[in-house]
């Protein structure tokens, strides 16, 4: 705690590169699995494609991934892009499934009677069927966000891993305090931005609270 | 007007749905499809908001071919209720109502207003309308999906089973009140169901589905009812087409007998049953022969009423059979105590009523 104190500019330097360093990929990440995952959901070769693709992303060693990232994708070994890349590559590979599974469980019935209705594809897509997935997209997205938070320390071995540096200096200069300390930061924040997702989830789907009818059935007649 | 001349819906699988189908659904009509499970009830529905595209044959509505319309344009003028309404659950009452006009463009204040007059107009409180789907029973829902499906409109309404997911008591209701509207709307209804009963009370003309798509018979329910064409139709009617086939022949000329009345007070009768009066000659019920006066403890309740000259030969021979004297009460257009009629006088009756209907 002391430690904190008297190093809080450090701190909060660290704590917002941490953040932008993990957030940014999760938003990127979001933003390209949607249309992918309702690619995944409308076609099957789209489903076989994106979600073989994205389980073999997944599986890839996150450190691996820093390291081969430069020259595939032109940047210089120490730059901060590889931890975002990677990280949104982790994000996206974990949120396509999520999405793709969010929109295949919109009943049938909805998605039709919307079609019926004179609906045309994107303007059903965006009005009704992503609507209806949001708490399953927003579950993946807690996982999301708390992964790519932990995920981003790993960073700190190519220089940029927020926290995580906090880790590495607090080993290398035997200050266990400053470890410890980024530890508890790292999760701190883990907490924080997992109970703000639930918070928007929740005002994004005022209908998933509506209680049950407490009136019971409709009475024949019953009318006025 | 809805009109399919020759046309056929075979699926890619190869399954023939629907078999070189001729029919008009005539406009300001309902026309029932109904038919066993399978028999391309559905398919031949969603060909006309081209849900499903005709393979042969060519489907008209209101004189225009549906395969030259835009889709999305064809079906925002075509209204469609199916079971369960399939209401958006994460939307108002209000604003799923409103979902049509504003597609169409209309403003979200005036669509909701338009939305909260449906809302009436289907016997909907509108408290419930800020309420979502799920805090709805049932029934209110289907009331829901039938607002829906009437909010921009439409001169045309398609049913696909929309009642069938409610109990019987609600069903019969949301019936009653569909013939209601439509007496007020006269909109052209295509209304689905697997229930004969439910066809033929609503239908103004039937048309009855054979597996494979094939149209059986398509008449006007009474004539279903007494003189269906073949076996099949004979069996899918059912066994008491009969007596239900009564209920489409028309009785004014049922003669009305003598009633024993009497009044709250009066002494009891001395033989038979009387009907209980009250004070404005409307039945309270029937007393049997006794001592003593009529007392409220003494009256059995009635059966069912004959409103004369709106009623038919079933609703006449029902109130007969219901009543504990054998004795029907023949009501006037006010509920006043008219006469009396019997079983017997309803059969008799019932050749010529047969003559005038098949004329
Ligand atoms: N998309 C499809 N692909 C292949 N076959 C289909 C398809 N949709 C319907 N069918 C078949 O077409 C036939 C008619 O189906 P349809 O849904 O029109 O029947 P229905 O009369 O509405 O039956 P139900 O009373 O059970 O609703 C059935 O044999 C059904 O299996
Ligand atoms: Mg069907």
């Known amino acids: 705690m002391d430690w904190v104190l008297r190093n809080s500019g450090l701190v909060l330097e660290l704590t917002r590169e941490h953040l932008v360093l993990s957030l940014l990929p999760v938003l990127l990440g979001l933003v390209l699995a949607i249309p992918l995952g309702w690619l995944a959901n409308r076609r099957s070769w789209g489903r076989t494609l994106t979600l073989n693709a994205a389980g073999f992303l997944y599986t890839l060693p996150s450190l691996a991934l820093f ?10 070994i120490l730059d901060p892009l590889n931890v975002i890349v990677a990280l949104t590559v982790y994000v996206l590979a974990l949120l396509v499934r999520t999405v793709a599974d969010g929109l295949s469980a919109v009943p049938e019935r909805i998605v039709d009677s919307a079609t019926a209705m004179g609906f045309r594809p994107v303007r059903r897509f965006l009005a009704v069927e992503l609507p209806i997935a949001v708490p399953v997209i927003v579950a993946g997205l807690r996982v999301a966000a708390v992964s790519s938070i932990s995920l981003v320390t790993v960073g700190s071995v190519i220089g940029f891993g927020g926290l995580g540096k906090m880790f590495t200096e607090g080993f290398q200069r035997e200050i266990p305090q400053q470890t410890v300390a980024g ?18 989830g929740r005002l994004l789907t005022p209908w998933e609270r509506a209680q049950q009818p407490t009136a019971g059935r409709a009475r024949p007649g019953a009318r006025r | 007007m809805i009109e399919f001349r020759g046309v056929t819906k075979r ?15 005539e406009r300001g009509r309902i026309t029932v499809f109904v038919g066993p499970s399978g028999c391309g009830k559905t398919t031949s529905l969603r060909m006309i908001n081209r849900m499903v595209e005709p393979s042969a044959g060519r489907l008209e509505v209101d004189g225009r071919d549906v395969l030259s319309a835009d889709p999305a344009e064809l079906r925002r003028g075509i209204g469609y209720v199916i079971q369960q309404a399939g209401l958006f ?3 108002t009452i209000v604003d799923n109502i409103a979902t049509v006009p504003m597609l169409l463009g209309r403003g979200r204040r005036a669509a909701r207003d338009r939305a909260r007059e449906l809302m009436e107009t289907v016997g909907l ?6 309420r979502y789907p799920a805090q709805l029973s049932g029934g209110q829902q289907q009331r829901v999906g039938v607002a829906r499906a009437l909010a921009a409109d439409p001169p045309v309404l398609l049913m696909d089973e929309p009642f069938s997911a409610v109990d019987p008591v609600v069903r019969e209701s949301l019936q009653d009140e569909l013939l209601r509207l439509q007496s007020e709307l006269g909109k052209t209804i295509v209304f689905v169901t697997h229930d004969i009963d439910e066809a033929v009370k609503l239908g103004d003309r039937v048309a009855v589905f054979r597996v494979g798509g094939r149209l059986a018979q398509y008449d006007e329910p009474g004539v279903l009812l007494s003189r269906p064409v073949d076996d099949f139709v004979d069996t899918f009617v059912g066994r008491d087409r009969g007596y239900r086939g009564l209920g489409f022949l028309t009785s004014d000329t049922i003669p009305l007998g003598p009633l024993d009345m009497v009044s709250m007070g009066d002494p009891l009768p001395d033989d038979g049953w009387a009907v209980v009066l009250d004070g404005t000659g409307r039945p309270l019920g029937w007393v049997a022969a006794g001592d003593g006066p009529v007392t409220e403890d003494t009256v059995v309740p009635g059966g069912s009423l004959y409103p004369v000259g709106s009623g038919s030969l079933r609703g006449a021979l029902d109130a007969a059979l219901s009543s504990p004297s054998g004795q029907g009460v023949a009501v006037d257009a006010e509920g006043r105590v008219a006469g009396s009629v019997t079983a017997d006088a309803v059969l008799a009756a019932l050749p010529a009523a047969r003559d005038d209907s098949a004329a």
Not at chain 1, 67 to 76: A, E, M, S
Not at chain 2, 11 to 25: H, Q, R, Y
């Open chain 1, 67 to 76: 390291v081969f990232l430069p020259p595939i994708i032109g940047t210089r």
């Open chain 2, 11 to 25: 699926f890619p699988d190869g399954t023939v749905a629907v078999d070189d189908l001729d029919l008009v659904a």
């Open chain 2, 125 to 130: 409180d509108v408290s419930m309308a800020g």
């Open chain 2, 89 to 91: 659950p994460h939307r």
């Open chain 1, 183 to 200: 530890i508890v930061l790292v999760l701190l924040l883990a907490l924080v931005v997992d109970a703000l997702l639930v918070l928007a």
